[in-house]
């Protein structure tokens, strides 16, 4: 298994634009999660899936944050429009299970805006 | 609520020497697990190891081994025979049901 893939694994971006994170979870995994990694906050989760169905979003900044699942096999999060105070690692993970699984983290996208 | 701590912001170890990395969480639930997970320059994390609550028994996994207090909500990781590769950021972890916690990290230096 190739494991969690995501892409693009770096992005450079000027304030005001639209960003959108891409994320492929491990094949069967029915859990994904997206987090956001800086400095100053450490890692937070931002928002989770079930079954393609967000659980709990409460986690996302605020409005410029979306995220989607159309399919089991594919996550996007979206920041529009992008201000550099999201400059940070944007981690992709994917569990089996509720709970009791362990998560499997991709390799990140570390996303600056100027 | 739920809250996960490590004390250490950095610590460093001779290389095959002997670290411990400290951690403790708050939580009123009696069933979650606890996890270390390892992030390397390369910014991926890695499992290292997990602990269930339910479980007395630490767990072990090579040089990597867990002492897990409950009732002190205390989960340290001790890293026997340090190498070179264990540099990194060492993340200590909590779930339960669908919270998830992480720590903000201890990063580890070893010493050749």
């Known amino acids: 298994d190739a494991g969690v893939i995501q892409s693009p694994r770096h992005e450079v971006t000027e304030m005001g634009q639209e960003v959108t994170l891409r994320c492929k979870p491990i094949s069967g995994h029915d859990y994904l999660f997206w987090y956001r990694q800086t400095m100053m906050r450490g890692l937070e989760l931002l928002i989770y899936f079930n079954n393609n169905v967000p659980i709990d979003d409460s986690g996302m900044p605020e409005d410029r944050f979306s995220a989607k699942m159309p399919n089991a096999s594919f996550s996007t999060l979206k920041i529009q429009p992008s201000e550099p105070r999201d400059s940070a690692v944007y981690f992709c993970?994917?569990?089996f299970g509720r709970g009791w699984e362990t998560q499997y983290f991709g390799p990140g996208t570390r996303l600056l805006v100027l | 609520a739920q809250t996960v701590t490590q004390s250490q912001p950095e610590m460093s170890v001779q290389e095959a020497e002997t670290v411990t990395l400290s951690c403790t969480y708050d939580?009123?639930?009696?069933?979650?697990?606890l996890f270390w997970y390892k992030q390397p320059p390369s910014r991926q994390m890695i499992l290292v190891i997990r602990?269930?609550?339910?479980?007395?028994q630490n767990a072990t996994e090579n040089r990597f081994s867990v002492n897990f207090q409950k009732a002190a909500k205390s989960f340290s990781l001790k890293i026997s025979d340090s190498q070179l590769g264990d540099a990194a950021m060492y993340f200590c972890?909590?779930?339960?049901?669908?919270?998830?916690?992480f720590g903000t990290g201890t990063s580890l230096t070893v010493i050749p």
């Open positions: 602990q269930e609550a339910y479980k007395q």
């Open positions: 993970a994917s569990s």
């Open positions: 939580t009123s639930e009696s069933d979650y697990y």
């Open positions: 972890a909590y779930r339960s049901g669908d919270q998830f916690y």
